[in-house]
C-alpha cells in the first residue's frame, strides 16, 4: 500500500520561500508523475505542477516563474518551492501520485498525502 | 479562470441518481478523472479513464463522456456522498492538469 507523508514550514512571511518535501513509501518510485496540488480556505483545488523520476517537469503556468518542482530517487521523495509567497498563497498544499497512460488520454491522482496548511502573514 | 466547468451544487434524493457534470474542450481529448473530497480530509479518486473505479470504491459510482463533458453518476446515493466532487482532466496541450471548480453535492 503506498503512502505519501509530507512536511514543511507551516506558517510563513511574505517574500519568503515555501519548501515542502513530499516521501513515498510502500511502492515503486519510477512509472508515475509526482504531483503538487493546493487548496485556499474555502476554495478548489489548483494543480500546481509535476514531476517524474527522471525529473522531466510540467508547472501551472500561472505559477511557473515561482515554482520549482525537484526529485530524489535515492530517498524515494520529491520536493515543493514556491517562492516570493504572498497572503494569496495562503493554502492546504497536498502532494498526490498520477498515474497516466501514454500521452495522457487517462489520467488521474489515485494517492494523496495529508496535506500540509501553509499560511503566509506577516 | 478553470478550463473545467461544474455546476456549483446539485442535490439529490436519498436512493436517487444523480449525475454531476464537467464541461471543458480539453474534454475531446482526454478522460477525466473524478474526486470526491469530504471536509478536512484529502480528494479521494472515485473514477478515472473511461470508466475505471480504484479498488475500494462502490460501483454505484461511474463515469461516462459525450464530446467536450464528462459525467460522474452516483446510482442509489447514499448519505455518505455527500461532499465536494472535482473533476480533472488534461488542457488541450496536455502539458499541464487542471480542476474543474467542484459541485457540492447535498444528499437530501
Known amino acids: 500500500q503506498v503512502q505519501l507523508q509530507q512536511w514543511g514550514a507551516g506558517l510563513l512571511k511574505p517574500s519568503e520561500t515555501l519548501s515542502l518535501t513530499c516521501a513515498v513509501y510502500?511502492?515503486?518510485?519510477?512509472?508515475?508523475?509526482w504531483s503538487w496540488i493546493r487548496q485556499p480556505p474555502g476554495k478548489g483545488l489548483e494543480w500546481i505542477g509535476e514531476i517524474n523520476h527522471s525529473g522531466s517537469t510540467n508547472y501551472n503556468p500561472s505559477l511557473k516563474s515561482r515554482v520549482t518542482i525537484s526529485v530524489d530517487t535515492s530517498k524515494n521523495q520529491f520536493s515543493l518551492k514556491l517562492s516570493s509567497v504572498t497572503a494569496a498563497d495562503t493554502a492546504v498544499y497536498y502532494c498526490?501520485?498520477?498515474?497516466?497512460?501514454?500521452?495522457?488520454?487517462?489520467?488521474?491522482?489515485?494517492?494523496w498525502g495529508q496535506g500540509t496548511t501553509v499560511t503566509v502573514s506577516s | 479562470s478553470s478550463e473545467l466547468t461544474q455546476d456549483p451544487a446539485v442535490s439529490v434524493a436519498l436512493g436517487q441518481t444523480v449525475r454531476i457534470t464537467c464541461q471543458g474542450d480539453s474534454l475531446r481529448s482526454y478522460y477525466a478523472s473524478w474526486y470526491q473530497q469530504k471536509p478536512g480530509q484529502a480528494p479521494v479518486l472515485v473514477i478515472y479513464?473511461?470508466?475505471n473505479r480504484p479498488s475500494g470504491i462502490p460501483d454505484r459510482f461511474s463515469g461516462s463522456s459525450s464530446g467536450n463533458t464528462a459525467s460522474l453518476t452516483i446510482t442509489g446515493a447514499q448519505a455518505e456522498d455527500e461532499a465536494d466532487y472535482y473533476c480533472n482532466s488534461r488542457d488541450s496541450s496536455g502539458n499541464h492538469a487542471v480542476f474543474g471548480g467542484g459541485t457540492k453535492l447535498t444528499v437530501l
Open positions: 498526490a501520485r498520477a498515474i497516466t497512460s501514454v500521452a495522457w488520454y487517462y489520467y488521474g491522482m489515485d494517492v
Open positions: 510502500g511502492g515503486s518510485f519510477s512509472g508515475y508523475y
Open positions: 479513464g473511461k470508466n
